[in-house]
Nanobody, 132 residues
Framework: QLQLVESGGGLVQPGGSLRLSCAAS????????????IGWFRQVPGKEREGISC????????NYADSVKGRFTISRDNAKNTVYLQMNSLKPEDTGVYYC?????????????????????WGQGTPVTVSS
């Protein structure tokens, strides 16, 4: 079964950068992560998961939350079965646990993003703390 593993989180000062990775394992025969749209979400205590970004598998089109537009960039390396989230100009409000996931249906496109309830194959998350 498909499993996603997030990594790359940590403690960073405001204005700093981090690159998160979402790696896949357990793919069905004949499939790669390139066959799936991937969404990034952020969760802070007491709040629901917030959609941060999504990248389609068909044409690589991307979506971003207004709060991160111009600062975050999502990309994918299909050969490595990995999706990245480059986060620049980080702010304290970017703090949270970051997760990646795939859409439950229409799994190649981001039409269901940013609704986290329409996503599955959640990883364990990687924590990001932006603080001085």
């Amino acid at each position: 079964q498909l499993q996603l593993v997030e990594s790359g989180g940590g403690l960073v000062q405001p204005g700093g950068s981090l690159r998160l990775s979402c790696a896949a394992s357990g793919l069905a025969s004949g499939f790669t992560l390139g066959d799936y749209a991937i969404g990034w979400f952020r969760q802070v205590p007491g709040k629901e998961r917030e959609g941060i970004s999504c990248i389609s598998s068909i044409d690589g089109s991307t979506n971003y939350a207004d709060s991160v537009k111009g600062r975050f960039t999502i990309s994918r390396d299909n050969a490595k079965n990995t999706v990245y989230l480059q986060m620049n100009s980080l702010k304290p409000e970017d703090t949270g646990v970051y997760y990646c996931a795939t859409p439950k249906i229409v799994f190649r496109i981001c039409v269901l993003w940013p609704d986290s309830y329409e996503f599955e194959h959640w990883g364990q998350g990687t924590p990001v703390t932006v603080s001085s």
